[in-house]
C-alpha cells in the first residue's frame, strides 16, 4: 500500500492526505443512507462525490456490499454517524443551541438534521476544505436548516481564538463533536485538544467522542483492510492506517474529563454500539478485537 505518512505542518485538499479520508466518510455515509435499514441518511454524501470528482471514491460508494469493496466489511461508519447524529438531536431537545464540530471534514449535519430555529454550528476544518464543501453545497443550492459558520484553521493552531472571532459565546452551553479525529493526533495534541474544550465550556455543556482504548494496534488495522479490500478493490493502494498516530502513552480523553468535574457515560465499542441499533454484523468477526479499542462516550459538564 502507497504509504501517506504525515509530516509537520502538513496540508491537504479534498482528494489528498487527510482530506481524502473526509471524503471516503461521506462515501461510506452515501453506501449507509442506500441501505434499506439505514441507521442514518445524508442526502448531500453524494453531492460531494460528484463535486470532487475523483474515482476512487465514486467507485467506492457505487460498489455498496460488493466484494473486495472495503465498504462491505464494515458498517462501523454507519454506527458512528448514527451515535453522534443522536447525541445532537438530545443536545437541542435540552435546549443547547450551540454546536461546534472539530474537524468537521464534509459533515452536513448543519444541513440534514431538523435543527431548532436559533442553532448555530460551528465547522472547524483547513481553509480547503471547508471552502470545497460550501462551493458544493451551493451549486445544488442547498441551505443549512440551522445557522451555519465555518472556521477555517489547521487544528494544530490557536483554533479557540479562531472560534471566539467567529462568534462563539464561551458563556453559552455547547455541544462538541470529536469524531473522526483522534486517531490523526499525536498524544500530546489530544490532550491539549481536550484543556481547551475544558477552557471554552461553560455549565451544561456536552462533548461527544469516538476515541481510542489502549494502543492502536496498526499493524492489524492494515492487514484487516488488505484482507477485505480484494482485487479491483476501488481505493487501489491507498493506505489509510498511515495517516494515524500510533502514541502508547496517549491518555483517556474520559478519564481527563472525569477529573475536571465532567459525567461520563460510555456507550461501547461499535460492535457494541451497533447491537444496540439492532446491527449484528458492524464489522468482520477477525476484526472485533481491533474495533474493541475504539470507544464511544458522552461527558457533561453540570449546569
Known amino acids: 500500500m502507497t504509504n501517506s505518512a504525515r509530516t509537520d505542518g502538513d496540508t491537504w485538499t479534498i482528494t489528498t492526505s487527510v482530506g481524502f ?8 455515509r452515501a453506501v449507509e443512507t442506500e441501505r434499506p435499514d439505514a441507521l442514518a441518511q445524508d442526502p448531500y454524501a453524494r453531492i460531494f462525490l460528484e463535486a470532487a470528482g ?24 454507519g454506527v ?15 435546549d ?7 474537524a468537521a471534514g464534509l459533515d452536513s449535519r448543519a444541513y440534514r438534521l431538523d435543527l431548532p430555529a436559533g442553532t448555530v454550528v460551528y465547522e472547524l476544518d483547513q481553509p480547503e476544505v471547508l471552502a470545497f464543501k460550501e462551493e458544493a453545497l451551493d451549486a445544488h ?15 494544530r493552531d490557536d483554533w479557540p481564538a479562531a472560534l471566539r472571532s467567529a462568534g462563539f459565546d464561551g458563556a453559552a452551553p455547547t455541544v462538541w463533536l470529536v469524531e473522526g479525529l483522534l486517531p490523526y493526533l ?11 474544550i475544558v477552557e471554552l465550556s461553560a455549565p451544561g455543556s456536552l462533548v461527544a467522542v469516538e476515541g481510542q482504548i489502549g494502543p ?21 493502494d491507498f493506505d489509510v492506517t498511515s495517516l494515524f498516530v500510533a502514541d502508547e502513552d496517549r491518555a483517556d480523553p474520559a478519564e481527563f474529563l472525569t477529573a475536571h468535574g465532567w459525567s461520563v457515560v460510555r456507550a461501547g465499542n461499535p460492535v457494541e454500539l451497533g447491537r444496540g441499533y439492532g446491527v449484528q454484523d458492524t464489522v468482520p468477526a477477525d476484526a472485533q478485537l481491533l474495533s474493541g479499542t475504539i470507544g464511544y462516550f458522552t461527558a457533561t459538564l453540570a449546569g
Open 21 to 28: 479520508t473526509a471524503l471516503l466518510v461521506a462515501a461510506a
Open 54 to 77: 475523483d474515482p476512487r471514491a465514486v467507485a467506492l460508494a457505487d460498489a455498496g456490499d460488493s466484494a473486495g469493496n472495503p465498504m462491505a466489511a464494515t458498517r462501523h461508519l
Open 80 to 94: 458512528r454517524t448514527r451515535f453522534f447524529d443522536d447525541v445532537v438531536r438530545d443536545a437541542v431537545t435540552a
Open 96 to 102: 443547547i443551541r450551540q454546536i461546534v464540530i472539530l
Open 141 to 155: 443550492g442547498a441551505h443549512p436548516a440551522a445557522g451555519l459558520r465555518h472556521v477555517p484553521v489547521d487544528l
Open 186 to 196: 499525536p498524544a500530546a495534541a489530544q490532550a491539549l485538544l481536550f484543556e481547551r
Open 216 to 236: 492502536l494496534d496498526l499493524d492489524g488495522f492494515r492487514a484487516i483492510t488488505e484482507k477485505y479490500s480484494q482485487e479491483g478493490n476501488p481505493l487501489g
